[in-house]
């Protein structure tokens, strides 16, 4: 069962990064869950999506480069990546791999799910045990199923094995303390400013008021902005452009894209103020910080 296909992503020697639209991948299917099986056999280079994404591998080798944090990929590989996440897929010549991806649109996340998945870790990324992998591939396989057949009521049951994998992601994370990027203690933070924190890390590269983030968690700017900067312990804005320089800093480290692209898509829309801001926060000009940190190749 080889399956459909993602559309091929742009080749290296293109500068600019593909942002892959919901447009195209979602919102023109009956579905907002979209499942593909692949065999992938050269590089994907660096890009991001607008809308989540759960990879899982079947078989073969490669290497995977989420963010700045380059890992082994194999059987068994399984993690989940958000419209502020970028990567790049590097297959082995040897072993090719297979794998499934699911995509699917915010809206399928409950405000009681994104909080699970969300608020106490940054990456959403581990290896499954061989005794797991039977159980994880089944509901892989029924999305599959399910999105082939179409039968009366499969959103449904696509969501819900959507569900089921994203909640077991998050277990064996808490199990086996996979990932080592958390956030900080968040005990004293209330679970509205939760929803807020969560909410300004998936949509930070986009244009992002004050008032749509206090709307977003049901509160007026002016009383949202105050809590917020008591509990966070800084101002929205600055919260705000960490996040920006953070993805920057992560993509300056890990590819060759130009700095005015990096700059817009980091969501600034300023080059000299995107310089200025950045030297401030690391000491060096982007320029700088790529020639002294950054990578040449993936691998």
Same mark, same amino acid.
Request: proline share 4%.
């Given at each position: 069962?080889?399956?459909e296909e993602?559309p091929?992503k /742009?080749k290296?020697?293109? !500068?600019?990064?593909?942002?892959?639209?919901k *447009?195209?991948?979602l919102?023109?299917?009956s =579905?907002? &869950?979209?499942i593909?099986h692949?065999?992938?056999?050269?590089? +994907?280079d660096v890009?991001w999506?607008?809308f989540?994404?759960i990879?899982?591998t079947?078989a073969?080798?490669g290497t995977?480069?989420?963010? #700045?944090?380059?890992? #082994?990929?194999?059987?068994g590989?399984?993690f989940?990546m958000t419209?502020t996440?970028?990567h790049?897929?590097?297959?082995s010549h040897?072993?090719?791999?297979?794998?499934?991806?699911v995509i699917f649109t915010?809206e399928?996340?409950?405000t009681?799910?994104? =909080? %699970?998945?969300?608020s106490t870790?940054?990456?959403l990324a581990? *290896?499954?045990?061989?005794? @797991?992998? !039977?159980?994880?591939e089944?509901?892989f396989?029924r999305?599959?199923? #399910?999105?082939?057949q179409? *039968?009366p009521?499969?959103?449904l049951?696509? /969501?819900?094995a959507? #569900?089921?994998?994203l909640?077991?992601? /998050?277990?064996m994370? +808490?199990?086996g303390? $996979?990932?080592?990027?958390t956030?900080?203690?968040?005990s004293?933070? @209330?679970p509205v400013i939760?929803?807020a924190?969560?909410?300004m890390e998936?949509?930070? /590269?986009?244009a992002?008021p004050l008032?749509e &983030?206090?709307q977003?968690v049901? %509160?007026? @700017?002016h009383?949202f902005?105050e809590?917020?900067h008591?509990?966070?312990?800084? $101002?929205f804005q600055?919260?705000?452009?960490?996040?920006r320089?953070?993805?920057a800093?992560?993509? %300056?480290?890990?590819s060759?894209? !130009?700095? $005015? $692209?990096i700059?817009s898509s980091?969501?600034?829309h300023?080059?000299t103020h995107f310089?200025?801001?950045?030297?401030?926060r690391y000491?060096l000009t982007?320029r700088?910080?790529?020639q002294?940190?950054g990578?040449?190749e993936?691998?």
């Amino acid at each position: 069962m080889k399956g459909e296909e993602m559309p091929r992503k /742009r080749k290296a020697a293109d !500068p600019a990064p593909q942002r892959l639209s919901k *447009q195209d991948y979602l919102l023109q299917q009956s =579905s907002p &869950v979209r499942i593909y099986h692949q065999f992938i056999h050269e590089q +994907v280079d660096v890009h991001w999506h607008e809308f989540y994404e759960i990879h899982y591998t079947l078989a073969g080798k490669g290497t995977h480069l989420l963010n #700045e944090i380059t890992r #082994e990929l194999r059987a068994g590989t399984l993690f989940c990546m958000t419209p502020t996440d970028f990567h790049a897929v590097i297959p082995s010549h040897e072993q090719p791999l297979e794998l499934f991806n699911v995509i699917f649109t915010e809206e399928q996340l409950s405000t009681e799910l994104r =909080s %699970l998945l969300f608020s106490t870790s940054r990456e959403l990324a581990v *290896q499954v045990d061989e005794a @797991s992998r !039977p159980e994880i591939e089944r509901e892989f396989r029924r999305i599959w199923h #399910e999105s082939e057949q179409q *039968q009366p009521g499969y959103g449904l049951v696509m /969501r819900g094995a959507l #569900e089921r994998i994203l909640i077991d992601l /998050r277990r064996m994370i +808490v199990v086996g303390q $996979t990932s080592s990027i958390t956030r900080e203690d968040e005990s004293a933070i @209330s679970p509205v400013i939760r929803q807020a924190l969560i909410y300004m890390e998936h949509h930070f /590269r986009e244009a992002l008021p004050l008032a749509e &983030v206090a709307q977003h968690v049901g %509160l007026s @700017s002016h009383y949202f902005s105050e809590c917020f900067h008591r509990l966070v312990g800084q $101002t929205f804005q600055c919260y705000l452009q960490s996040l920006r320089l953070q993805f920057a800093q992560a993509l %300056l480290a890990a590819s060759q894209l !130009p700095i $005015t $692209t990096i700059c817009s898509s980091a969501g600034f829309h300023s080059l000299t103020h995107f310089e200025r801001l950045f030297k401030q926060r690391y000491g060096l000009t982007p320029r700088a910080y790529r020639q002294h940190y950054g990578k040449t190749e993936l691998v």
